[in-house]
């Protein structure tokens, strides 16, 4: 039968992949977020209700309740960083007496198995007490708990990936001796939508695990494995969880602050211990093996619905913005300006890049650029482009190929140099409202870096005290030149006319 949801961690990576498969399955969802705008773009937002709140304030909560038959609270605050067992401990309160409040039938909560022992870390004990403050505060729960989850995307999977795919020989910790059992994201979600046509998971704990239960070791080899890579695993005795998480977030895209509570984690034993609740489900968990051929496949697919990061704010808060990230191994340096000028005045600017126009600012950096990749047996500028003002897909322009153009929208240049990695550049162009009927645009402008192994990620520390100063005074200069031009076409006007 058909319910009113309402969902919880909707920009997150567990919420953002169910959000949608609950509407599959005919049911009403209410997204909570605290900034709508992070929705924005996803192909299901439009089919859903949202609700602006914050489970730390208590006052927003209470129209967002409002109708609702189950509620999923798929949130936690780890990437806060310090501090972010007390915040979750106060948002579950919130969460439960509000749904308490509003006559919310039942709570469905996914949080992590009670490690053997004594020995957890705050991260897997906050995990535990989120739960048990929900059930003490809130309707009825269904507690889920997982130890590894794995998917494109997902925070674990992803500390596994680049480890196992960047270090051939991996100096590791003991905890990879540490025993776990994994579960597939495909799996997670089927549980966590079953159970609403499962009244007597009501007010039960539900342990959920693949059918294997493997060491960290274990799942390292079996991932090279299935990528076909050589990979030497040494022990040592003498990486703390401060040195391991600094060391993940080197050659990870897990940033030191979120993998440091997850690596604690690792050390404690994390396995299925009654499986009675896992029986109620018709649900056949995938070996690991499996789970981790479709989670590369979604890779090689460039079909990942969610990353444990989240999606990022669009919203520019000013006339300038830029970020640097690195997201499922991928650098990102990205800047935002909105100029007075009209798309079309843009994309002519866009499209007159590189030969002899030249890359807008910082030329000579770019002509040395070009030299080393020309001595280095790459393209180098010499190649230049075919036409000053138009470009096809497929061409070359210096040292880059036309990868994708959409007219007046979006041009991305593919690096053809000699690099470490893979690198794109792209401009994206979109129309801006104007109070006062002016001609307005918003220039996206990202240069996107996916290095390999740790050689990747010593080119891009070498030259990334170049790159603000070049970038920048790029996406300055377009959006000069494209105000220039916007400018020269209205004095054009009345001749024209």
């Given at each position: 039968m058909a319910q009113h949801i309402l969902l919880t961690g909707a920009t997150g990576y567990i919420g953002g992949r169910l959000?949608?498969?609950?509407?599959?399955?005919?049911?009403?969802v209410r997204c909570l977020v605290r900034d709508p705008d992070r929705l924005t773009g996803l192909d299901w937002t439009d089919r859903v209700e949202i609700a602006q709140g914050d489970v730390l304030r208590p006052e927003t909560l209470t129209a967002a309740m409002e109708g609702i038959d189950t509620a999923y609270y798929l949130i936690h605050s780890m990437a806060a960083g310090e501090g972010f067992a007390e915040r979750d401990r106060r948002a579950a309160e919130n969460f439960g007496l509000a749904a308490k409040a509003a006559g919310v039938n039942r709570v469905i909560y996914l949080g992590g198995i009670e490690p053997a022992g004594s020995d957890s870390s705050v991260h897997l004990s906050s995990r535990i007490e989120t739960g048990e403050v929900l059930r003490q505060a809130g309707p009825p729960l269904t507690e889920f708990r997982a130890a590894v989850i794995v998917g494109s995307g997902s925070a674990s999977f992803e500390l596994i990936r680049h480890l196992t795919e960047r270090v051939p020989v991996m100096i590791t910790p003991k905890w990879v001796l540490t025993r776990t059992q994994p579960i597939a994201i495909r799996d997670v979600l089927c549980y966590l939508m079953d159970a609403l046509e499962l009244p007597e998971t009501a007010g039960r704990v539900i342990e959920i695990g693949g059918p294997e239960v493997l060491t960290y070791e274990q799942m390292f080899r079996t991932y090279a494995d299935v990528r076909g890579l050589g990979r030497l695993v040494v022990h040592v005795p003498f990486l703390t969880p401060k040195l391991s998480s600094l060391w993940a977030g080197l050659v990870t895209p897990i940033s030191p602050a979120i993998a440091r509570p997850l690596i604690e984690g690792l050390k404690s034993e994390v396995v299925v211990k009654n499986p009675e609740g896992q029986a109620l489900f018709d649900v056949e968990p995938i070996p690991y093996e499996a789970a981790v051929r479709l989670a590369l496949e979604r890779f090689r697919q460039n079909e990942v619905e969610t990353s444990w990061s989240g999606s990022l704010s669009s919203s520019l808060g000013g006339k300038e913005a830029n970020e640097l990230t690195s997201e499922k191994g991928m650098i990102r340096d990205r800047r935002e300006l909105v100029v007075n000028a009209s798309p079309e005045s843009v994309f002519v600017v866009v499209k007159a890049i590189g030969g002899e126009t030249g890359w807008l600012y910082g030329n000579p950096l770019w002509w040395i650029r070009g030299v080393m990749d020309q001595f280095v047996g790459g393209p180098g500028l010499r190649r230049g482009r075919r036409n000053r003002s138009d470009?096809?897909?497929?061409?070359?322009?210096?040292?880059?190929?036309?990868?994708?153009?959409?007219?007046?929208?979006?041009?991305?240049?593919?690096?053809?140099m000699k690099l470490p990695g893979r690198a794109w550049l792209q401009f994206e162009i979109e129309p801006e409202p104007s109070p006062n009927g002016t001609p307005t645009s918003r220039i996206v402008q990202t240069a996107f870096y996916e290095p390999k192994g740790l050689l990747g990620l010593a080119y891009w520390y070498a030259i990334l005290p170049v790159h603000p100063s070049i970038f920048k005074g790029m996406i300055r200069e377009l959006g000069r030149r494209a105000e220039k031009r916007e400018a020269a076409a209205k004095t054009l006007e009345p001749e024209a006319a």
């Open positions: 959000a949608p498969r609950l509407l599959d399955r005919g049911h009403t470009v096809r897909v497929g061409e070359a322009i210096d040292f880059w190929r036309v990868e994708e153009i959409e007219e007046n929208r979006l041009l991305r240049l593919r690096a053809e």
